[in-house]
T-cell receptor, first 114, second 113 residues
Framework: AQSVTQLGSHVSVSEGALVLLRCNYSSSVPPYLFWYVQYPNQGLQLLLKYTSAATLVKGINGFEAEFKKSETSFHLTKPSAHMSDAAEYFCAVSDRGSQGNLIFGKGTKLSVKP | EAQVTQNPRYLITVTGKKLTVTCSQNMNHEYMSWYRQDPGLGLRQIYYSMNVEVTDKGDVPEGYKVSRKEKRNFPLILESPSPNQTSLYFC????????????FGQGTRLTVV
């Protein structure tokens, strides 16, 4: 069975600092991996996805993530945080299997201090 | 415009009164899924469907029913809602089983009193 673990339910950074949101996955087959963002009172927006091409994936708004199979990780980074990055971030995994399934982590709420 | 439409967006109801949240997609997607979102718990899958008349339970199916009689629609049914089903609900659809191009509805905020 697939699962996703996001380390840290809350992360706080200063504006201009590095953003690092951690995600580890468990999957019996090579996974697809995703990061979604949810701004307050809004729906889900796809930031980026890994579908077995390049292991370093670039997304919208300056975010990127690196797939590391040996560490079963897919951490999200951004070199310099902006106030507008304050939101909740969800890591998700699908196993490409016959079921057609997308499983989410519990989310990490990012706060950005001025 | 490609979209997933959920209705209603907001609903306040009383315990035990049956309700249905509709989900419709206009992209001819085979795969559809329902999630509930609760603070600190992220999005948990309730049910998913691989095609017409093919559904399966997710992680938190108790108290919910679904049907998939036509490809475009995937309603979520609460036969006897209880306060612990107060939550934000999302429907999603995808053309591929990997959900690499998933579309999400805007969400339905349900309050059961």
């Amino acid at each position: 069975a697939q699962s996703v673990t996001q380390l840290g339910s809350h992360v706080s950074v200063s504006e201009g600092a590095l953003v690092l949101l951690r995600c580890n996955y468990s999957s019996s087959v090579p996974p697809y991996l995703f990061w979604y963002v949810q701004y307050p009172n809004q729906g889900l927006q796809l930031l980026l996805k890994y579908t077995s091409a390049a292991t370093l994936v670039k997304g919208i708004n300056g975010f990127e993530a690196e797939f590391k199979k040996s560490e079963t990780s897919f951490h999200l980074t951004k070199p310099s945080a902006h106030m507008s990055d304050a939101a909740e971030y969800f890591c998700a995994v699908s196993d490409r299997g016959s079921q057609g399934n997308l499983i989410f982590g519990k989310g990490t709420k990012l706060s950005v201090k001025p | 415009e490609a979209q997933v439409t959920q209705n209603p967006r907001y609903l306040i109801t009383v315990t035990g009164k049956k309700l249905t949240v509709t989900c419709s997609q206009n992209m001819n997607h085979e795969y559809m899924s329902w999630y509930r979102q609760d603070p600190g718990l992220g999005l948990r899958q309730i049910y998913y469907s691989m095609n017409v008349e093919v559904t399966d339970k997710g992680d938190v199916p108790e108290g919910y029913k679904v049907s998939r009689k036509e490809k475009r629609n995937f309603p979520l049914i609460l036969e006897s809602p209880s306060p612990n089903q107060t939550s934000l609900y999302f429907c999603a659809s995808s053309a591929d089983r990997g959900f690499t191009e998933a579309f999400f509805g805007q969400g339905t905020r349900l309050t059961v009193v």
